[in-house]
């Protein structure tokens, strides 16, 4: 079993920026990649941002030029620098662990924590 713990989350006006921080129970380099997601009670989950162990990124175009994720893999950590933050970014933020590309393909998800609440207002 892998534990993911999210932390970083918080109140923040519009137009400021949160650094959220993932960090696992084993070495992050064991997966094919590993990402941010996003989901809203009630609502469907959305994929922010993805990192593979090759280091390629990918976006979500809701936040494209405005989040950048990062690894740090002597930390076992990930990393979500969220700027320029809008009220719509508000949600509960999660890390996400994939095994393999055929579970990141799929929509799939192999672990996953429980969750950094984010809320942009003024």
């Known amino acids: 079993q892998v534990h993911i713990v999210e932390s970083g989350g918080g109140l923040v006006q519009p137009g400021g920026s949160l650094r959220l921080s993932c960090a696992a129970s084993?070495?992050?380099?064991?997966?094919?990649?590993m990402g941010w997601s996003r989901q809203a009670p009630g609502k469907q989950r959305v994929l922010v941002a993805t990192?593979?162990?090759?280091?390629?990124?990918n976006y979500a175009d809701s936040v494209e030029g405005r989040f950048t994720i990062s690894r740090d893999n002597a930390k076992n950590t990930v990393y979500l620098q969220m700027n320029s933050l809008k009220p719509e970014d508000t949600d509960v933020y999660y890390c996400?662990?994939?095994?393999?590309?055929?579970?990141?393909?799929?929509?799939?998800?192999?672990?996953w924590g429980q969750g950094t609440q984010v809320t942009v207002s003024s």
């Open positions: 996400d662990a994939y095994l393999s590309r055929a579970v990141l393909d799929y929509g799939g998800r192999s672990y």
């Open positions: 084993r070495s992050i380099l064991s997966f094919y990649a």
């Open positions: 990192i593979t162990v090759g280091g390629v990124t």
